[in-house]
T-cell receptor
């Protein structure tokens, strides 16, 4: 079984530039999550999708971050414009159950973003 | 919202010794408590989990205990091996999952 795929693996940009991350979840997983992991901290939920609908985006900085999952499969997370404090690893995760949040998550390897 | 605290932040043990990592949570509604292992350059991987109707769960060298009254849960790794070296995260979940800050475990050969 293929795992959660993410790209790119690394990205370096200057502040105020824009960047996009892509995620393809495990086949058949209806729920998709984007997490931000700042160095030395645990993952923090940014947004949760159930199929192509948003379940929870309460911690997403909506003035600069956006995400979509148009066909209920893969997803894109965008930052525009980026700030220095956005430097982090962006993790995508998926799960096969109902998306209540209390279930096993499968994580991708993440995209490491450096904002200079 | 839920707040999860994890201790210690770093832990160094000798190969063959046991390692214990402790977490506390604030939301009494939380009913799912997973532990994830994250190796360098990889995403977190679930190693064991426990639900609120169970007090203890064991899987080979790994065990987790849960005390719902005190709102704390612990990860126990016995007979540690160098390949156990990684960062371990606890989490607590009801409607969403909140992670602790992580424990960097180093197992010295």
């Amino acid at each position: 079984e293929a795992g959660v795929a993410q790209s790119p693996r690394y990205k370096i940009i200057e502040k105020r530039q824009s960047v996009a991350f892509w995620c393809n979840p495990i086949s058949g997983h209806a729920t998709l999550y984007w997490y931000q992991q700042i160095l030395g901290q645990g993952p923090k939920l940014l947004i949760q999708f159930q199929n192509n609908g948003v379940v929870d985006d309460s911690q997403l900085p909506k003035d600069r971050f956006s995400a979509e999952r148009l066909k209920g499969v893969d997803s894109t997370l965008k930052i525009q414009p980026a700030k220095l404090e956005d430097s982090a690893v962006y993790l995508c995760a998926s799960s096969s159950l109902g998306g209540r949040g209390n279930e096993k998550l499968f994580f991708g390897s993440g995209t490491q973003l450096s904002v200079l | 919202g839920e707040n999860v605290e994890q201790h210690p932040s770093t832990l160094s043990v000798q190969e063959g010794d046991s390692a214990v990592i402790k977490c506390t949570y604030s939301d009494s509604a939380s009913n799912y408590f997973p532990w994830y292992k994250q190796e360098l350059g990889k995403g977190p991987q679930l190693i064991i989990d426990i639900r609120s109707n169970v007090g203890e769960k064991k899987d080979q060298r790994i065990a987790v205990t849960l005390n719902k009254t005190a709102k704390h849960f612990s990860l126990h790794i016995t007979e540690t091996q160098p390949e156990d070296s990684a960062v371990y995260f606890c989490a607590a979940a009801y409607n969403d999952m909140r992670f602790g800050a992580g424990t960097r475990l180093t197992v010295k050969p």
